[in-house]
């Protein structure tokens, strides 16, 4: 089983310019969810889908949007990218109240 | 307010010595508690969890206890090994309308020397 897949591995922005993190999961899972990891801290969470079809803000929305575009795909959207937005991007998911499962991330960088 | 933390950021053990990572929250109607482990590189990867409604839960080389006297609980690593070299997150999910939302705490950083 693949679990939580996350494309890119890496990326390199400039300030403005726009881009789409995509997620998918294999596992039959409703719940998918969006973290920002910033060095020495721990994991902030930016938006969440409950299921298909549903979307909801998490801690750190603002400059973020998302599609959840079918059960098994969620995308991050940046549509200005700010240096602000340089971290590492993990996307996981859920099946009921299980512990999330949670993909090897997105190192982005933004000049 | 309420949070999950944790008391140290680095902690250095022998190989095959035992560990113990440490955890705060601050929230006494919290029940329900996740350990993860991320590994450089990587996502973070579940260990064990605990419910309220135990003191003590054991894995394979790992246990966790909770004491909710003191909003306290611990992660416990037996004959620690170079593979557990890792930051480890205590997280508490969060029930909200639609998901879990996992509050995480910022990570111990666990060295393991040879």
């Known amino acids: 089983n693949a679990g939580v897949t996350q494309t890119p591995k890496f990326q390199v922005l400039k300030t403005g310019q726009s881009m789409t993190l995509q997620c998918a999961q294999d596992?039959?899972?409703?719940?998918m969810y969006w973290y920002r990891q910033d060095p020495g801290m721990g994991l902030r969470l930016i938006y969440y889908?409950?299921?298909?079809?549903?979307?909801d803000k998490g801690e750190v929305p603002n400059g973020y949007n998302v599609s959840r575009l079918n059960k098994r795909e969620f995308s991050l959207r940046l549509e200005s990218a700010a240096p602000s937005q340089t971290s590492v991007y993990f996307c996981?998911?859920?099946?009921?109240?299980?512990?999330?499962?949670f993909g090897d991330g997105t190192r982005l960088s933004i000049l | 307010g309420e949070s999950v933390g944790l008391h140290l950021p680095t902690l250095s053990v022998q190989e095959g010595d035992n560990s113990i990572i440490n955890c705060a929250y601050s929230n006494s109607a919290s029940d329900y508690f996740i350990w993860y482990k991320q590994e450089s590189g990587k996502g973070p990867q579940f260990i064990i969890d605990?419910?309220?409604?135990?003191d003590k839960r054991q894995g394979q080389r790992v246990t966790v206890l909770l004491n909710k006297t003191v909003k306290h609980l611990s992660l416990q690593i037996a004959a620690t090994q170079p593979g557990d070299s890792a930051v480890y997150f205590c997280a508490e999910p969060i029930l909200t309308g639609g998901g879990n939302k996992l509050t995480f705490g910022t990570g111990t950083q666990l060295k393991v020397e040879l």
């Open positions: 596992m039959n899972h409703n719940s």
């Open positions: 605990i419910r309220s409604n135990m």
């Open positions: 889908s409950a299921s298909e079809g549903t979307t």
């Open positions: 996981a998911s859920q099946a009921g109240a299980q512990p999330q499962h």
